[in-house]
Protein backbone atom coordinates (compact mmCIF):
# COMPACT_ATOMS: atom_id res chain seq x y z
CA UNK A 1 0.00 0.00 0.00
CA UNK A 2 1.28 3.42 -0.60
CA UNK A 3 2.17 5.68 2.36
CA UNK A 4 1.66 9.05 1.15
CA UNK A 5 3.86 11.99 2.56
CA UNK A 6 1.64 14.67 4.97
CA UNK A 7 3.51 18.24 5.58
CA UNK A 8 2.07 18.87 8.94
CA UNK A 9 2.45 22.79 10.04
CA UNK A 10 3.14 24.18 13.31
CA UNK A 11 5.45 26.57 14.97
CA UNK A 12 9.23 26.89 15.42
CA UNK A 13 10.88 25.20 18.24
CA UNK A 14 7.49 24.22 19.93
CA UNK A 15 4.31 22.56 19.36
CA UNK A 16 5.72 19.27 19.57
CA UNK A 17 3.15 17.57 21.74
CA UNK A 18 0.32 18.57 18.38
CA UNK A 19 2.98 17.58 16.10
CA UNK A 20 3.64 14.19 17.73
CA UNK A 21 -0.36 13.07 18.25
CA UNK A 22 -0.76 14.35 14.49
CA UNK A 23 1.60 12.18 13.19
CA UNK A 24 0.58 9.25 15.20
CA UNK A 25 -2.78 9.70 13.55
CA UNK A 26 -1.65 9.95 10.33
CA UNK A 27 0.59 6.78 11.02
CA UNK A 28 -2.44 4.73 12.08
CA UNK A 29 -3.98 5.45 8.60
CA UNK A 30 -0.70 4.64 6.87
CA UNK A 31 0.79 8.07 5.72
CA UNK A 32 4.14 9.39 6.72
CA UNK A 33 4.49 13.40 8.62
CA UNK A 34 7.22 16.15 7.50
CA UNK A 35 6.96 18.30 10.10
CA UNK A 36 6.85 22.49 8.33
CA UNK A 37 7.86 25.05 10.75
CA UNK A 38 9.18 28.57 9.60
CA UNK A 39 11.55 29.58 8.42
CA UNK A 40 10.61 27.46 5.08
CA UNK A 41 11.88 27.48 1.71
CA UNK A 42 9.44 26.45 -0.94
CA UNK A 43 11.36 23.42 -1.51
CA UNK A 44 10.19 21.90 1.50
CA UNK A 45 6.94 21.66 -0.04
CA UNK A 46 8.13 19.64 -3.04
CA UNK A 47 7.14 16.09 -2.81
CA UNK A 48 4.15 16.28 -0.25
CA UNK A 49 0.60 15.19 -1.00
CA UNK A 50 -0.98 16.48 1.46
CA UNK A 51 -1.30 19.37 3.68
CA UNK A 52 -2.18 19.31 7.42
CA UNK A 53 -2.78 22.77 8.89
CA UNK A 54 -2.32 22.06 12.86
CA UNK A 55 -3.50 24.38 15.97
CA UNK A 56 -1.75 26.98 17.87
CA UNK A 57 -1.32 30.47 17.73
CA UNK A 58 -4.01 33.23 16.80
CA UNK A 59 -4.06 34.20 13.53
CA UNK A 60 -3.20 38.13 12.64
CA UNK A 61 -5.85 40.78 12.78
CA UNK A 62 -3.96 41.89 9.00
CA UNK A 63 -5.00 38.50 7.75
CA UNK A 64 -8.07 37.53 9.44
CA UNK A 65 -10.39 40.90 9.50
CA UNK A 66 -10.62 39.99 13.49
CA UNK A 67 -10.68 42.83 15.84
CA UNK A 68 -6.68 43.06 17.21
CA UNK A 69 -6.15 41.96 20.74
CA UNK A 70 -2.88 42.35 22.84
CA UNK A 71 -3.29 39.40 25.24
CA UNK A 72 -3.27 37.12 22.42
CA UNK A 73 0.22 35.32 21.26
CA UNK A 74 0.22 35.34 16.77
CA UNK A 75 3.37 34.06 15.34
CA UNK A 76 2.96 36.00 11.85
CA UNK A 77 6.24 33.67 10.34
CA UNK A 78 3.64 30.87 10.47
CA UNK A 79 0.87 32.79 9.19
CA UNK A 80 2.94 33.62 6.53
CA UNK A 81 3.72 30.28 5.86
CA UNK A 82 0.51 28.56 5.65
CA UNK A 83 -0.51 31.51 3.54
CA UNK A 84 2.33 30.58 0.89
CA UNK A 85 1.77 26.94 1.56
CA UNK A 86 -2.19 27.11 0.67
CA UNK A 87 -1.27 29.05 -2.38
CA UNK A 88 0.39 26.69 -3.82
CA UNK A 89 -1.71 23.46 -2.80
CA UNK A 90 -4.77 24.91 -4.12
CA UNK A 91 -4.52 25.16 -7.65
CA UNK A 92 -3.05 21.84 -7.69
CA UNK A 93 -5.70 19.83 -5.74
CA UNK A 94 -4.05 18.42 -3.32
CA UNK A 95 -6.10 17.54 -0.06
CA UNK A 96 -6.15 19.74 2.72
CA UNK A 97 -6.86 19.34 6.63
CA UNK A 98 -7.24 22.29 8.68
CA UNK A 99 -7.49 21.71 12.26
CA UNK A 100 -9.04 24.37 15.18
CA UNK A 101 -6.17 27.19 13.95
CA UNK A 102 -6.30 25.51 10.59
CA UNK A 103 -9.48 25.64 9.81
CA UNK A 104 -9.72 29.58 10.23
CA UNK A 105 -6.58 29.52 8.07
CA UNK A 106 -8.71 27.92 5.35
CA UNK A 107 -11.06 30.41 5.66
CA UNK A 108 -9.18 33.50 5.66
CA UNK A 109 -6.98 32.12 2.86
CA UNK A 110 -10.33 31.83 0.66
CA UNK A 111 -10.93 35.39 1.96
CA UNK A 112 -13.08 34.72 5.11
CA UNK A 113 -12.96 36.75 8.68
CA UNK A 114 -12.69 35.52 11.97
CA UNK A 115 -14.15 36.68 15.00
CA UNK A 116 -11.16 37.65 17.31
CA UNK A 117 -12.89 36.26 20.95
CA UNK A 118 -16.08 33.68 20.48
CA UNK A 119 -17.20 35.23 24.42
CA UNK A 120 -17.65 38.08 23.20
CA UNK A 121 -18.99 37.05 20.01
CA UNK A 122 -21.74 35.08 21.16
CA UNK A 123 -22.06 36.30 25.13
CA UNK A 124 -20.70 33.12 26.53
CA UNK A 125 -20.22 33.27 30.09
CA UNK A 126 -16.88 31.22 29.59
CA UNK A 127 -15.25 29.12 26.91
CA UNK A 128 -14.35 25.50 27.80
CA UNK A 129 -11.13 24.60 27.10
CA UNK A 130 -10.64 20.83 27.26
CA UNK A 131 -9.06 18.36 25.36
CA UNK A 132 -11.56 15.53 26.20
CA UNK A 133 -14.95 15.62 23.98
CA UNK A 134 -16.99 17.29 25.74
CA UNK A 135 -18.69 19.46 23.35
CA UNK A 136 -21.30 18.03 20.85
CA UNK A 137 -21.83 19.65 17.36
CA UNK A 138 -23.85 19.08 14.54
CA UNK A 139 -23.04 18.22 11.60
CA UNK A 140 -24.38 19.94 8.77
CA UNK A 141 -26.83 17.37 6.08
CA UNK A 142 -24.85 16.76 2.92
CA UNK A 143 -21.80 17.86 3.60
CA UNK A 144 -18.67 15.93 2.80
CA UNK A 145 -18.10 15.94 6.52
CA UNK A 146 -21.21 14.15 7.29
CA UNK A 147 -19.88 11.69 4.69
CA UNK A 148 -17.22 10.90 6.32
CA UNK A 149 -18.78 10.47 9.42
CA UNK A 150 -21.47 8.04 7.93
CA UNK A 151 -23.66 10.60 8.40
CA UNK A 152 -23.79 10.78 11.60
CA UNK A 153 -25.60 14.08 12.86
CA UNK A 154 -23.70 15.13 15.85
CA UNK A 155 -20.28 14.41 17.11
CA UNK A 156 -18.49 14.65 20.57
CA UNK A 157 -15.56 16.97 20.19
CA UNK A 158 -12.75 18.86 22.41
CA UNK A 159 -12.66 22.66 21.92
CA UNK A 160 -9.32 24.34 22.99
CA UNK A 161 -10.36 27.89 20.93
CA UNK A 162 -10.64 31.51 21.31
CA UNK A 163 -10.58 32.50 17.81
CA UNK A 164 -13.98 31.29 15.27
CA UNK A 165 -15.01 31.75 11.77
CA UNK A 166 -16.92 34.87 11.34
CA UNK A 167 -17.52 35.72 7.35
CA UNK A 168 -17.60 32.72 5.23
CA UNK A 169 -14.37 33.12 2.44
CA UNK A 170 -15.05 32.06 -1.42
CA UNK A 171 -16.11 28.85 -1.80
CA UNK A 172 -16.22 27.94 1.53
CA UNK A 173 -19.35 26.11 3.35
CA UNK A 174 -19.91 25.73 7.15
CA UNK A 175 -20.13 21.83 7.76
CA UNK A 176 -20.82 21.46 11.86
CA UNK A 177 -21.75 24.21 14.02
CA UNK A 178 -22.29 24.49 18.02
CA UNK A 179 -25.40 24.84 20.14
CA UNK A 180 -24.36 28.47 20.26
CA UNK A 181 -24.45 28.55 16.47
CA UNK A 182 -20.47 28.76 16.59
CA UNK A 183 -19.01 27.65 13.10
CA UNK A 184 -17.23 24.20 14.12
CA UNK A 185 -16.38 22.71 11.06
CA UNK A 186 -15.96 24.38 7.05
CA UNK A 187 -15.33 22.99 3.73
CA UNK A 188 -14.88 23.86 0.26
CA UNK A 189 -17.65 23.33 -2.04
CA UNK A 190 -17.00 19.98 -4.17
CA UNK A 191 -13.42 19.50 -5.71
CA UNK A 192 -10.60 18.17 -3.52
CA UNK A 193 -10.42 17.05 -0.26
CA UNK A 194 -10.35 20.12 1.83
CA UNK A 195 -11.90 20.23 5.29
CA UNK A 196 -11.18 22.93 8.24
CA UNK A 197 -12.41 21.40 12.07
CA UNK A 198 -12.74 23.54 15.42
CA UNK A 199 -11.40 20.65 17.52
CA UNK A 200 -8.19 18.65 17.58
CA UNK A 201 -9.06 14.86 16.07
CA UNK A 202 -5.62 14.37 16.93
CA UNK A 203 -6.16 14.30 20.70
CA UNK A 204 -8.97 11.70 20.08
CA UNK A 205 -7.49 8.41 18.21
CA UNK A 206 -9.41 6.29 20.77
CA UNK A 207 -12.82 7.74 19.10
CA UNK A 208 -14.20 6.22 15.45
CA UNK A 209 -15.47 9.54 14.01
CA UNK A 210 -12.24 11.50 14.82
CA UNK A 211 -10.11 8.05 13.18
CA UNK A 212 -12.41 8.61 10.35
CA UNK A 213 -11.57 11.82 9.45
CA UNK A 214 -7.56 10.99 9.72
CA UNK A 215 -8.44 7.92 6.80
CA UNK A 216 -10.66 9.80 4.58
CA UNK A 217 -8.13 13.01 4.38
CA UNK A 218 -5.27 9.80 4.03
CA UNK A 219 -7.15 8.25 2.01
CA UNK A 220 -7.49 11.23 -0.84
CA UNK A 221 -3.91 11.65 -0.42
CA UNK A 222 -2.90 8.44 -1.38
CA UNK A 223 -5.10 9.09 -4.69
CA UNK A 224 -2.91 12.11 -5.01
CA UNK A 225 0.02 10.03 -4.91
Known sequence: MISPLIGVTGPAGRGWALWTAAALSLWLQGARARRVTPPFTPGELDGLDGLLIGGGDDIGAEFSGAEL????????AR????????????????????????????????????HSDVRVAYDLRRQPRTPLPLKTVSVAQGSRLAAILNGDATIKVNSLHMQSVDRLGEGMRVAARDRHGMVQAVEAEGGPFRVGVQWHPELLPYRRPHRRLFRAFVEAARAVR
Open 79 to 114: DALELAALERFWPEGKPVLGICRGAQMLNVFRGGTL
Open 69 to 76: RPDVRIDP
